[in-house]
């Protein structure tokens, strides 16, 4: 258990309609990373938030959008759904920003499946 | 910009032997960590080593060790004593240091599967 938490971990939507994927990171981890895996595009960032503001962004189309809470939970909006949005969406969450100390891995949750038929 | 190739799409090893996983970076930035993860069928990614640029010795957990070879700018997965479990997707990702404007985000290879053969 990584200790990241997503909800829901399977969706099937129809095209054209919205849905939110919720991630509740680990217990201290300031930094959420959005990501999308399919079939063809491979791992893809989407956006980062740290402590609550937007800190990066990825290929993250303009019909989708993410915030991070105060209690730093964050949440991906997903609208005007298309067939090409099926996908397997990770957050993951981070102590820091940077990659050169062991202590700051990016531990992932369990995934969110979205089918879009 | 960074850079993560790992060129083996597809490997296979019998049961009980050890494998390597071969992963290549590119990076301008002198502090980065790379890690690699495993992803089963099931879908979730399971964070398996680190190794620090700066880091002396080969990073090791376990059956997974980690080959650093920074003048090459390779980072090999070696994982010994292969057990059916470890069929699984394996990805290398590179997360850059404390530089201005680094976001730490991961940056990933396209992955290789390996199957495990009884």
């Known amino acids: 258990d990584s200790g990241v938490t997503q909800t829901p971990k399977h969706l099937i939507t129809a095209t054209g309609q919205r849905v939110t994927l919720r991630c509740s990171p680990r217990?201290?981890?300031?930094?959420v990373y959005w990501y999308q895996q399919s079939l063809d595009q491979g791992l893809q960032f989407l956006i980062q938030?740290?402590?609550?503001?937007?800190?990066a962004k990825g290929n993250i189309l303009e019909r989708f959008s993410a915030q991070q809470f105060p209690d730093l939970h964050s949440e991906l909006n997903l609208s005007s759904l298309e067939l090409g949005d099926s996908a397997l969406y990770f957050c993951?969450?981070?102590?820091?920003?940077?990659?050169?100390?062991?202590?700051?891995?990016?531990?992932f949750g369990e995934g969110s499946w979205l089918t879009v038929v | 910009a960074q850079k993560i190739t790992q060129t083996q799409p597809g490997m296979f090893v019998q049961e009980k032997e050890a494998v390597t996983l071969d992963c290549t970076y590119d990076?301008?930035?002198?502090?980065?960590?790379l890690f690699w993860y495993k992803q089963p069928s099931s879908g979730e990614m399971i964070f398996l080593i680190y190794?620090?640029?700066?880091?002396?010795q080969n990073a090791t957990e376990g059956r997974y060790s980690l080959n650093f070879q920074k003048a090459r700018k390779s980072a090999n997965l070696v994982i010994s004593a292969s057990q059916l479990g470890d069929s699984a997707m394996y990805f290398c990702?590179?997360?850059?240091?404390?530089?201005?404007?680094?976001?730490?985000?991961?940056?990933f290879g396209q992955g290789t599967t390996l199957q495990v053969k009884p």
């Open positions: 990076t301008s930035d002198p502090s980065y960590g």
């Open positions: 938030y740290y402590n609550g503001e937007e800190r």
């Open positions: 217990s201290g981890d300031l930094s």
């Open positions: 993951a969450s981070s102590v820091a920003l940077s990659g050169d100390s062991s202590g700051n891995t990016i531990y």
């Open positions: 190794q620090g640029s700066y880091d002396q």
């Open positions: 990702a590179m997360r850059e240091g404390r530089g201005s404007g680094n976001t730490g985000k991961l940056i």
